[in-house]
């Protein structure tokens, strides 16, 4: 396997077509730091753009996941002089809000394999996945509550859609621990995998997830991931865009003679 990225922080490896994202702080058990944030950033870049990268595994070094933001960072922003702190923390907040919209956005299958705690911060990164796995040793809290602030990495937007409204507040709210089986029964994990396994289940998993047109892929995760906003003649405006755009791609037209083939082999 290959090293993509040049930055320790983050590690990326590819094999097969699958790209294997690595956080690497395990002392600090993963937690988001200003230059892990732009590492982060790049390989995600480099993920969605590269065509050989059918999908994508999010996962962490050491026994976490990812402890949500790193505290070094807070105690800075605490420390700025009073006229600076709101508009410090509208800048950070953009930086946040665009790796977390490249990974829910990727135009690809990306999974997180949750391999410890996944913290404030590093519970919004799972959910912005497609898919969460889970070991036994994963657990999740929303635990901003307990810093005075409010989940500010999509968690208000994409737990509600995993749990629904009332469960999201109650965890959202208490910011208590989720342990792994909890988690399953939720809908918050996926799939659960031994540990020593979990990162080797999750890639055979986005194996069996990306054989399709990467073009179809593509398209409809654009169009699901807004679903719930959408009205239902939005949606099928969006879905006929995109079934034209399919009509006119490699992949549909090879399947369709594949097919073809194929039955009239079976006639003869």
Known sequence: MANDTANDLVE?????????LWLNRPDKRNAMSDDMRTAFVEALEHVAREKTIRAMVLTGRGKGFCAGGDVAGMERRIQAPPGEIAFNGWTRQQGVHHAQSLLHTMPKPTIAAVNGAAAGLGADIALACDFIAGSEAASFSWAYIHRGIVPDGGGMYFLPRRVGLPKAKELIFTGRKVEAGEALALGIVDRTFDA????AGAREWAVELSKGSRTALALGKTILNQSF?????????????????CYTSAEHRESVLAFLARREAARS
Do not use: M
């Not at 906003?229 to 755009?245: R, T, Y």
């Open 12 to 20: 990326l490896e590819v094999a097969d077509g699958i790209a294997t």
């Open 196 to 199: 020593d396994a979990l990162v």
């Open 229 to 245: 906003e959408l009205s239902a003649q939005q949606v099928f405006a969006q879905g006929s865009q995109a079934q034209g755009i």
